[in-house]
């Protein structure tokens, strides 16, 4: 007569999976950086190693967990065929992060929704050249 599996171990799991805690290493990034333009602002600066067919979408934050909040970084496809080229893709974007958010835990993701690169950065709150980029 077969065993019937707890949910609790399945549950756990599950948990695991979708919090991106896995088995397999994922490679820092080349540069993280990170700091506060305003109250409400953060400017965040990240290179990682990427397909030359990459874009890096808008970033997306999840619900704060006290003074940290997770950001994941998405990239698309530029085009269907492409070259196996890896090459540092650079990101420089202003994202929401109001105070009391101190520290930034970072993921970007390649379009199969794989990550590619994750690190922790602490907010640098007295940076002299930290101003929104034009355009």
Do not use: K, W, Y
Request: aromatic share 4%.
């Amino acid at each position: 007569m077969p065993r019937s599996l707890s949910p609790i171990p399945l549950v756990f799991a599950a948990g695991l999976f979708c919090t991106g805690v896995l088995a397999e290493d994922v490679p820092g990034f080349a540069a993280l950086s990170a700091c506060r333009i305003d109250e409400d602002r953060v400017l965040l600066r990240a290179t990682f190693d990427g397909s030359a067919c990459q874009r890096v979408e808008p970033a997306g934050l999840a619900e704060p967990r006290g003074t940290i909040v997770a950001v994941t970084i998405p990239t698309t496809r530029t085009a269907e065929m492409c070259t196996m080229q890896i090459v540092p893709i650079e990101v420089e974007q202003v994202i929401e992060a109001p105070e009391p958010i101190f520290d930034l835990d970072v993921t970007a993701i390649d379009p199969d929704n794989n990550p590619v690169a994750h690190g922790v950065i602490e907010l640098d709150e007295t940076a002299t050249d930290c101003v929104a980029p034009e355009g």
